[in-house]
């Protein structure tokens, strides 16, 4: 009897041992804190797109004053659908349209001021700005987000606590039930520094949005959903966290920018910067400005997508109601070159090894995860030794590459799903260090190389992580706007927004 047991032990051992049979190895533990799935929707879009577009459009400012007469906003031929096609040319899913702005002047037909198109010459009074735009967002498959100003100039009720915040509360109501989903909400924290005393009653603000709106993401200086960015440059922090502490946070508190610019590595929620910028020195139109230079545009879009953020690049219409043909062109222009840059990936056809991979290299994390182009799967490496995996060099390595092929651009993932995990990492070519000091990696991060390089092999080193580290992707592109010495593009104007 004892003989017939051991050989049923030994029959199941080989079944188990069978490939197929054993139990796949479970996923890592994820590092908190974690995004949501808005959040993780919001951060695969990477460039979207704002309409600044008011009465400041035909009074040729950017702040008004409040006093101004609606019958001023008088566009001629104002076309929603020719501003999302813009947006579409430019790779854009979801567009963001100023509906008030700080001089008070409603872009829909609210019913509790008559500061709005409701009072203007444009289409007798009927228009709808906000409708038109939803409309034909809905059309082509965009998604819709909208930017109220807290700071009117307008409203007398402006500086009285209760009376404001009600009045505010009811056109907040007005705009997330009026026009179907609203996919993110701008509260601003702008002020004029002889601007009346006034408290907003943000988190009353916060819980009526998220009941009308309940997939939606809300910006803000402090979050909750997504935080500025610090600056008005399009440009993130070469160290970006997503993790913050908003205990920290205070909406309108200029003496943060730092902090927000590259968040908090010890940060306990998931807060991720937006990049804002426009593409004219202005956010709202004016007829002796250009659109930046493509090579500034592709600046913006290395130091703000390719380093963990999303970047929020303002198209402002025009006094006849379009966007201008030079923006659109520069837009197609910015989007063609993108695609020249990433399309091709010469490490698509490389063979993936690792120092290590949880599950084995034919396990569901091994290191040929990095180069199927599918964000659901990853490297991970086995646990290392410690919370904090500081003592453990983890790497990745691209290898059997045709060298004949030069790139300047190398691309790093992480599935932030998963939380942000690495704090420090090398880029070596054939032994050299071609990264030496890089930091946070995120959603996505990109370096540019000074110089174009050939290589063989390619090791990512995994210096410092919170816990052991996972990649989503690594590629390898070839950037020919890169000379390797532009200069850095700093934004000479303050935020009117």
Known sequence: ???????????????????????????????????????????????IMFFHFGMNTFTNSEWGTGRESPRRFAPAALNASQW????????????????????????????????????????????????????????????????????????????????????????LQELLSRYGRVAEIWFDGAKGKKGKKMMYYFEDWFAMTKQLQPSINIFSDAGPDIRWVGDEAGYAGSTCWSPINRTRLRIGDANLEAYLNGGDSAGTEWVPPECDVSIRDGWFWHEDERPKELNQLLDVYYKSV????????????????????????????????????????????????????????????????????DDGTYWAAEDGRGGDDEEVIHWIQLGEMNDSVAFNVVRIQEPIGMGQRITRHEVLADGRVIVP?????????????????????????????????????????????????????????????
């Open 1 to 47: 009897m004892a003989g017939a047991s051991w050989f049923w032990v030994l029959i199941l051992v080989e079944l188990l041992l069978r490939p197929g049979m054993a139990k796949p190895t479970t996923p890592p533990l994820p590092v908190l804190p974690l995004p949501t799935a808005a959040q993780l929707k919001w951060q695969r879009r990477e460039v």
């Open 84 to 171: 999302v096609d813009a947006a579409v040319g430019a790779g854009v899913s979801l567009v963001i349209l100023v509906a008030k702005h700080h001089d008070g002047f409603c872009l829909w037909p609210s019913r509790h001021t008559n500061h709005s198109v409701a009072r203007s010459p444009w289409r007798a009074g009927e228009g709808d700005v906000v409708g038109d735009l939803a409309a034909a967002a809905a059309a082509r498959g965009v998604d819709v987000g909208l930017y109220l100003s807290p700071w009117d100039l307008h409203d007398r009720r402006y500086g009285l606590n209760r009376e404001y915040n009600e009045f505010y509360l009811a056109q």
């Open 306 to 373: 390719g380093r963990n953020c999303v970047l929020l690049l303002n198209v402002p219409p025009n006094t006849t109601g379009l966007v201008a043909d030079a923006d659109v062109r520069r837009l197609r222009e910015f989007r063609g070159a993108v695609d020249a840059i990433f399309t091709s990936d010469l490490a698509k056809a490389a063979a993936a090894k690792a120092s290590s991979q949880r599950g084995g290299k034919d396990g569901l994390f091994a290191a040929r995860n990095v180069l199927d182009g």
């Open 437 to 497: 000091d890089g930091t946070t990696v995120g959603h996505k991060r990109l370096h540019r190389l000074a110089q174009p390089v050939r290589a063989r092999r390619v090791r990512i080193r995994i210096v410092g992580s919170r816990g052991p580290p996972l990649l989503s992707a690594v590629g390898l592109h070839y950037d020919p706007f890169w000379s390797g010495r532009w200069g850095e593009y700093v934004a000479t104007h303050s935020h009117p927004s």
